[in-house]
């Protein structure tokens, strides 16, 4: 008989403070980096625009606005039998401006509400305490992460949030997706991922596609460094503040393949493997930097005077207690400058005959969740995984009678939770699954709408229509159905 998943098992779904909760000034919130982001539509990709004008589309001022409907939405959730819920505090909630003396109250006390609502419907929070969400005055002032006083800023508010939450959350992940400081093209991955710019950028005057943003190596891993010393501090202060916290990374996995036996297409692959995925969740399960890294710099002209021996101490001391990532597609690398590519979550690569694509060009591969989950297992024997974020983005056709058939999202999903269950029987020790975007929220790669992800349909469109009103989709019963059975009912 095959195993099932454990009965503690966490099923639940995901989503990011900036995506979904807009009310972006409301309660003392200060601005934060996707606030000054304009929205995309199917054409269009994302812009950068420093003076923010109001008469502009960002899509994270109203998201879906979940700052005035938790309370509906985190029911909706328990409706389908969700016992854990990933979301993220916003930092510019806390502290506005991200250097305050004293916290905000306000947004404080907003937490208390969300987290309190998730208990009374039987659902742990995994709080995520940075998703994109630097606080802007961080990016102007200090830019981001390149400032090694960013990272006391950052400790400060970790230690804010443990000490208020400490009885009502017990997981939390430091940053979000923290690999994403070195993929993407340009500077996204440095805006997004470390709130660094180049100081042309933040004060031009026009709007800038975020694939144009200027980027900086060096300051790249600089940046980088000084958010692991962070992450690793937070670990360390949360585990004196409760040690029953179980505090998490959260890796975007960018799953790679040769696309070819060519030994230069495996060779590349490994490598991509090695830069994309393992330097950052190397670092933060093991505690130091990997050897492939030291050559990496060395052949990348990279001064690392920036890694002191104290600071490698600091990442020793704090290595987190699980490993999270985001899994959606799987890519395939090859030498060859001719082959054809197609894009992925921040990720270009070589195109897989053998599989199909979401709409957006991502390769859908459940198969590539199991082989994801043995190698990290293999990676990191005994560390526990768990899969934060797993969907896919799609166009939704509400019916007349207000239905929405979204089988496709069901056909995507399936596979993945019995890769998941695979994986299980293969001994990996997968504790949870949160599915990204189960309330349709606003893309972070495209900054619109219409690419919905969720269980959960919101009225609300890239015209600015819409009233925020919710209703089911067909894949809401599915899933409720998967929960009830552990698994067992795909
Ligand atoms: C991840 C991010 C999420 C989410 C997801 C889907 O990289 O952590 O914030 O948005 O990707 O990407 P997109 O919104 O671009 O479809």
Redesign the pocket.
């Known amino acids: 008989m095959k195993m099932s998943f454990p009965k503690d098992f966490l099923w639940g779904g995901?989503v990011?403070a900036?995506?979904c909760e807009g009310a972006y000034l409301e309660d003392g919130k200060g601005l934060c980096v996707p606030d000054m982001l304009l929205g995309g539509d199917v054409n269009t990709p994302r812009t950068f625009l420093p003076k923010t004008d109001p008469t502009a589309f960002y899509p994270s001022h109203e998201a879906v606005d979940f700052y005035h409907h938790y309370k509906e939405d985190i029911a909706l959730f328990a409706k389908m039998g969700w016992n854990v819920f990933r979301l993220s505090i916003n930092w510019g909630r806390i502290f506005p401006n991200g250097d305050d003396e004293e916290p905000n109250e306000a947004g404080l006390a907003f937490y208390d509400k969300v987290f309190d609502e998730c208990h009374k419907h039987g659902m742990e929070p995994l709080v995520t305490l940075c998703?994109?969400e630097i606080p802007w005055n961080i990016v102007t002032k200090y830019n981001g992460f390149t400032d090694r006083r960013v990272i006391d800023l950052f400790v400060k508010y970790a230690t804010t949030c443990f000490e208020r939450y400490k009885d009502k959350v017990k997981y939390w992940l430091t940053f979000?997706?923290i690999n994403?400081a070195c993929m993407g093209e340009g500077g996204i991955g440095n805006l997004y991922g470390l709130g660094m710019m180049d100081p042309e950028d933040v004060n031009a005057d026009h709007r800038i596609p975020l694939t144009e943003l200027k980027s900086n190596d060096q300051k790249m891993f600089e940046a980088l460094h000084n958010e692991f010393v962070a992450s690793a501090l937070a670990v360390k202060a949360g585990h004196e503040i409760n040690p029953d916290f179980m505090i998490g990374n959260?890796i975007?996995h960018t799953t790679v393949y040769p696309l070819t036996p060519n030994p230069k297409d495996v060779l590349a692959a490994y490598d991509e493997d090695d830069y994309k995925n393992n330097f950052c969740g190397d670092v933060q399960v093991r505690g130091e930097y990997p050897s492939f890294m030291w050559r990496y710099f060395k052949e990348h002209g990279i001064d690392t005077s920036f890694i002191t021996e104290e600071d490698q101490k600091i990442l020793k001391e704090g290595t987190v207690d699980f490993y999270t990532f985001?899994y959606?597609q799987s890519n395939c690398i090859t030498v060859d400058k001719n082959a054809q590519m197609t894009k992925g979550?921040?990720t270009v690569g070589a195109k897989n005959p053998y599989l199909e694509a979401s709409d957006?060009g991502?390769q859908i591969d459940p198969d590539g969740l199991r082989y994801t989950l043995k190698l990290l297992n293999g990676r990191y024997p005994h560390t526990p995984l768990m899969i934060v974020?797993n969907?896919l983005?799609a166009f939704d056709k509400v019916e007349e009678d207000g239905s929405i058939h979204d089988d496709y999202r069901i056909a995507y999903l399936r596979p993945h939770i019995a890769a998941m269950k695979e994986a299980i029987e293969d001994g990996v020790p997968l504790i949870g699954y949160t599915t990204?975007?189960p309330i349709d929220?606003?893309?972070?790669?495209?900054g619109?709408y219409a690419?919905r992800?969720g269980f959960i349909y919101v009225d609300r469109h890239d015209d600015g229509t819409g009233d925020f009103s919710r209703s089911r989709k067909d894949s809401f019963y599915w899933y409720k159905k998967v929960i009830e059975s552990k698994g067992e009912d795909l």
């Open positions: 995901a990011a900036n995506q998703h994109y979000n997706e994403i959260m975007a985001s959606y979550n921040m957006w991502w974020e969907g983005g990204w975007g929220l606003v893309s972070a790669g495209t619109q690419k992800y």
